[in-house]
């Protein structure tokens, strides 16, 4: 069972402190899982944000006071070299004359996702976002109509570099499309295999392959599933099925008749929508974004939330992941 929460809180204060609250035990545990001597110290942290995403630093100081001012907690808001950790993921983006759409599914452990939608503006720009290491992003959305989602890349790599959640979080603050999003993306270094797809409201959209060990593969694909340019872990390949889903993400895409109705569809059944609970790798939620319009969906079978940018209700939604991925509210 989980609780996916609505939170909205323009800048940093009472709610956001109440979500680190209840979420620092189980980080703490992961952050400390391979031994508190392979997480960088805190002026490693602290040097390697300010000299790679140095917009964010005011913010990151504020987070860090909120969350008690202490070593480990400020280390791990970073994001910087944390514990690895494997997704898996579908997602894709369709194009139509008068609209631009992001869907995604996000498949891992329910037990594992902190269930978070914030709302915030705490720079440049409103941001909806679904929330991983308290304030790092799954996918989300900017109010100037950009939108982004990760996807775990499918190679064993692990190196000098940040967790992707903040490198998106960077991307929505102070990016307005995807020309500046793939910027960042060449230019920031990341601790593991992503594949991040961004796009804007103008039609704009491209596919960046990220890794520690090799320079960022951009390039103006509309399909991402959890493998590069080639299949290299092979066991987590046919696990997750990755090239039968993103074989059904290009036939959708690359099909004209392809409606909304369709494409938003399909990530509510299979391959799209997966089952395998028991190995961390079902499907725990839909996220469909519309640049053009501000408007952010979530799904779960029976369930939905429509959220924009003007219209942020806080609310709670149960969801309960049963054997045969069932879901009730």
Same mark, same amino acid.
């Given at each position: 069972? =989980? ?8 800048v ?23 031994? %508190?001597? %392979? ?9 390697a =944000?300010?000299? #790679? ?7 990151? *100081?504020?987070?860090? %006071? ?6 480990? $907690?400020?280390?791990l808001? $970073? =994001?910087? &070299? ?7 993921? $579908?997602q ?6 008068? !609209? ?5 599914n ?11 939608? =914030? ?5 440049? &720009? /409103? ?10 992003v ?8 950009l ?7 499918? *190679? ?25 999003? +793939?910027?960042?993306? +060449? ?20 596919? +960046? ?9 951009? *390039? *103006? ?10 299949? %290299? ?25 392809? $409606? ?13 929508? &997966? ?14 974004? /519309? ?7 979530? #799904? ?17 939604? !149960? ?11």
């Amino acid at each position: 069972m =989980l609780d996916f929460h609505t939170v909205r809180e323009k800048v940093p204060g009472r709610r956001w402190k109440s979500l680190f609250d209840y979420h620092w035990p189980a980080y703490e545990q992961w952050y400390l899982s391979e031994g %508190e001597r %392979e997480r960088p110290g805190y002026l490693a942290c602290y040097n390697a =944000l300010r000299r #790679h995403m140095p917009e964010l630093m005011d913010t990151y *100081r504020t987070l860090c %006071e909120l969350a008690g001012g202490g070593d480990l $907690s400020s280390r791990l808001l $970073s =994001l910087y &070299r944390p514990p690895a950790y494997i997704t898996g993921c $579908s997602q894709a983006v369709l194009t139509r004359s008068s !609209t631009t759409l992001l869907a995604r599914n996000y498949d891992y452990p329910p037990e594992l996702c902190e269930g978070t939608i =914030l709302y915030s503006h705490w720079n440049e &720009r /409103r941001v909806m976002a679904m929330s991983d290491c308290l304030w790092g992003v799954l996918d989300g959305m900017n109010d100037a109509g950009l939108a982004v989602s990760l996807a775990f890349g499918g *190679r064993k790599a692990v190196g000098d570099g940040f967790g992707a959640p903040i490198i998106l979080r960077y991307i929505l603050e102070f990016c307005d499309n995807v020309p500046q999003a +793939a910027e960042v993306l +060449a230019r920031v270094p990341t601790h593991m295999a992503y594949n991040i797809t961004v796009a804007d409201s103008a039609g704009r959209y491209v596919t +960046a392959m990220i890794a520690p060990d090799q320079r960022a593969s951009i *390039r *103006r694909v509309p399909v991402a599933t959890n493998h590069q340019k080639r299949i %290299e872990w092979y066991a987590h390949a046919l696990a997750s099925e990755t090239l039968i889903r993103e074989r059904q993400l290009s036939i959708l895409v690359d099909d004209e008749t392809t $409606s909304e109705a369709r494409f938003v569809s399909a990530f509510a059944a299979p391959p799209l929508f &997966r089952h395998d609970y028991a190995r961390g790798l079902g499907t725990i939620y839909t996220a469909i974004y /519309r640049p053009v319009d501000g408007r952010a969906e979530f #799904h779960w079978p029976g369930l939905g939330l429509d959220l924009t940018f003007d219209d942020f209700p806080e609310e709670r939604i !149960t969801v309960r992941y049963g054997a045969r991925g069932l879901y009730t509210g």
